[in-house]
């Protein structure tokens, strides 16, 4: 009877794991966050790879010490479980070795975090708006401002229609922005709680009614990033989508003067961007 729960066991957890581990070689990628296209984007999915490889190695030694055990001192092999306690030697190696585990973790996330935060001698600085349910941004330096919202057709939506290849992440005024610029993000509310968040550029920050809070990026690379809402604010929460097109300078101030001229809210795919 022993023999066949173990056994049992064995199948169970080998259903479990096998295809965990098949599968993510290939489904790692797709899955992992982006590296992003900014130094902060860069830094914080090193961050993230270090503590997730730390984390595999804690795993690794810890299962296969307790699976080890587990299964080479089993009850059917005549073994008899130990009754000891307290032992001061292993009781401080296991309060050291985790200390030194997060500090050696926390040191350079700090570093990360205080880079994150400093927002001293912006190129620009845009404000940026919740609502239920869209943005609205404001470049102060520029006086430009507008709404952004989302631009997927109800058609879509509802599967009246196929839906496209943007479906959801899709605005009728992107944020057009130059690259190789700090630029300084205002996040505030109108109405509840948003979270403007785009993955590519590793800012995700809440913006809270009567509230400002403070984020930049320097985005090193021309494209096209796309972000969400990541703040549950309504009904309309899935549907206030975040496009931010970075161009170089040069296209960058040709479209500031189309916004200047052609008045508030053009769209920027027909300003020819
Ligand atoms: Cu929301």
Redesign the pocket.
Known sequence: MARWKFDQAVAWLAAILLPLLSGSAAALPASNMPRGVTEISREVYGLHMLIFWICVAIGVVVFSAMLYSIIRHRRSRGYKAAQFHESTTVEILWTIAPFVILVAMAIPATNTLIAMDDTSDPDMTIKIT?YQ?KWHYDYLDHKIDFFSTLSTPRSQIFNQEAKGENYLVEVDNEVVVPIDKKIVLLMTSNDVI??WWVPELAVKRDALPGFINQVWTRIDEPGVYRGQ??????RD?GF?PVVVRAVEQAEFDKWVQRQKSGGQGQQVSQAGL
Not at 229 to 234: H, I, V
């Open positions: 919740g349910w948003h979270s809402c990541t703040e549950l604010c309504g929460h206030m």
